[in-house]
């Protein structure tokens, strides 16, 4: 017997923010490629690449992106985060 397929779910309104503000970092940091980022900061490319895109993440993984940023949770969602 075959195991069901996984349906992609559509991403919800807060992680497609999410992903905006990670992206907007990025560029502000002055990188044109989410992969330069990623790889610098020891993050998986395809992994940084989905949270770019809305897809959900873990909380751990939250912190390490933050980390790379070089700021704190409240920085990440503070000032910027629309």
């Known amino acids: 017997m075959n ?7 559509p991403p919800n309104e807060a992680l497609q923010k999410l992903g905006r503000r990670i992206k907007q970092l990025c560029i502000q ?3 044109t490629n989410y992969e330069y980022f990623a790889y610098e900061h020891n993050i998986s490319r395809t992994q940084f690449g989905r949270y770019e895109n809305g897809e959900d993440l873990r909380y751990s993984s939250l ?3 933050v980390g790379a940023f070089g700021m704190t949770m409240e920085e990440f ?3 910027g985060f629309d």
């Open 3 to 9: 195991a069901p397929k996984k349906t992609k779910q």
């Open 29 to 31: 940091k002055g990188y």
């Open 63 to 65: 912190l390490k992106v």
């Open 77 to 79: 969602f503070g000032e």
